[in-house]
């Protein structure tokens, strides 16, 4: 891709962070220019460099962005710089995308995976969110088949990378492990306990009502919304694994009729963001880490339950789970607005 | 327990083993005299000096089991070795019970975990078979709901340490995460894929048929036979996760009636083998490596249907899911043995 005049501007905010770093080298494959992009941080990050294509952008501080305010700000940060951004930016014609959870369960903003309701984004939203991880790679594993067999009920069990609690969460594993091996301990950090050879449910705050963790309680709201369908049926169970980059899922599903491993593979094969493993070796997450789809693997149908399958899926969560599905989103909205300016 | 008459003799057959070496140390802090144990293993494990209670005992090669026949032999060792054993004590009076999955569907004989159906041993059977490990724990945890709200189905996911691969997969899970921290690989033996900061499938053959794996469908077998149920309904997806020893399940349960979080406590305090997790520290199957009980924690009910439960359960798979479970079996036909002797 050369420079064009027709690249829109585009800002990363929390360029430093996980999501922020997987943007840029996304961006940097596509070869978007850096000429259209300017980078911003926390006070901590504001004046690192980083290294785009060959050439040195500057991280600058939030509070500047409103001197050339960008045609697009993706939010790769918390929840608090994605309210500073909306009220700054809010004078302004900035397309906000926004990666944290702060407005995504607020009714008047659109919360889109674009290969299942990537329509929200064709009038042009000034504010959209990206989903959590975790309800990216389910929705977009089963609304294919969710559109041929009707999904009734959803149980899902999650085996969640450190990584997904950011940098530190991995430099955690690494630390803890490496002391782990060598007969000695290390005191947990981010995490609640140990995350070397162990696993534990996921980390976030527990509803007394309910008793779901934080985790959870976003799968379950974030689907429900983003299938519209408030009275969706979803259990999910929450668990961080030992493993450094990339989420899996066993997922079970109970559907209105009747399927077939065949009718499964048939409804998923060629599905939008979507990869049916194949080959002998077993799909697992680490083995997909770095990469763009949803990898479905092991398909099974209860042998006493037809209308009952289990898939077990993989995703790279800091890639389709946060930093390539907000870039979707852009691409979406910049495909609209070609439309738009078609029709004139 | 001091040295006396009454104690039987027992014979652990595969005694070089993670699970025959957990059967040693479950008897030694028992004080179980050195002088009723015989030691059995492989032409490669003969002639090896196990540590006892400050004594050295030999392990002999297992065709001299036949000189003097135990009152018990436990055997931790594979189905061809069960059957050899079974062959070559069948003119004795010795019990065997065993660990491996040789008989454990055979009709004619007893699949037993002593809380849930312990009542088989009253008749002192002549060969007793030891459930698979994650059979013994899901059971064990989900049996007293089952008598109280009546289990209609049950969806169960497994995280299993590699150690239940034995001791061999231990050593590999240790030597392939150090080569992955020092920047070098090592090829998978005993696993399919690197065991390395990943997940994956459980590595037992895949049945054409359904798709599910050994384990799954020894999950759903051995389920139906200790409840006697053949219609139950067992969903398993069994995976192994870079843990070294014990298992965690996150365990779905439909009920027969509505339940609640208290109304499941109550059933599960005080049951047998059961523990209820308390405290703020998650629960974690590394935490509880080395117990004896089965450890339930996170229990929650459905907010949308108050017939569905989920749990999260974790227990060491080679002292309960194996050498416990067996030496109970062990303890409860003693204990059949004193009850029918006082009634003559």
Redesign the interface.
């Known amino acids: 891709m050369s420079v064009s005049a027709t690249d829109p501007t585009i800002a990363i905010v929390g360029a430093s962070g996980l999501v922020g770093q997987e943007a840029l080298s996304i961006l940097a494959s596509r070869g978007f220019p850096a000429t259209r992009l300017t980078l911003y941080g926390s006070e901590r990050s504001a004046g690192q460099r980083v290294e785009y294509c060959g050439i040195t952008i500057e991280i600058r501080q939030l509070n500047r962005i409103t001197e050339q305010p960008p045609e697009y700000a993706l939010l790769c940060a918390d929840a608090d710089t994605a309210k500073c951004c909306r009220s700054i930016l809010s004078g302004t014609s900035t397309i906000l995308i926004d990666n944290s959870s702060a407005y995504r369960l607020d009714e008047s903003i659109p919360l889109v995976i674009p290969e299942v309701n990537g329509s929200l984004l064709e009038c042009r939203p000034r504010f959209v969110a990206n989903p959590n991880c975790s309800t990216i790679m389910l929705l977009t594993a089963i609304s294919p088949i969710h559109e041929v067999f009707g999904v009734r009920s959803i ?1 899902v ?1 999650t ?1 969640q990378a450190v990584s997904g609690a950011g940098a530190s969460g991995l430099e955690e ?2 630390a803890q ?2 002391a782990r ?1 060598d007969d000695q301990s290390q005191e947990p950090r981010i995490f ?3 995350c070397a ?5 996921h980390e976030s705050a527990i509803d007394p ?4 963790n934080g985790e959870e309680c976003k799968m379950i709201a974030e689907s429900r919304k983003i299938w519209d369908e408030p ?1 969706l ?1 979803v ?1 999910p ?1 929450c ?1 961080r ?4 980059r990339a989420h ?1 899922q ?1 997922i ?1 599903l109970e559907l209105s009729r009747e399927t077939s ?1 065949e009718d499964l593979q048939e409804a998923l094969r060629g599905a939008p963001g979507v990869r049916l493993h194949a080959g002998d ?7 997909i880490a770095g990469t763009d789809d949803v990898v479905v693997g ?3 149908v ?4 037809a209308r ?1 399958a ?1 898939l ?1 899926v993989c995703c790279d969560q800091i890639r389709k789970g946060a930093a390539l599905n907000a870039l979707q989103i852009l691409d979406r909205l910049e495909d609209a607005r070609s439309g738009s300016l078609a029709l004139h």
Chains 1, 2 share one sequence.
């Open positions: 149980s069990t085996y594993l690494h492990t490496r091996i609640p306990v140990s050879f162990d696993v534990f449910e009502a309910t008793g779901f009275g049926r259990l169970t668990v694994v030992p493993v450094e899996a066993a079970m491993v070796r077993p799909l697992t997450p680490a083995q092991r398909i099974r209860d042998p006493d339950d009952r289990i077990w």
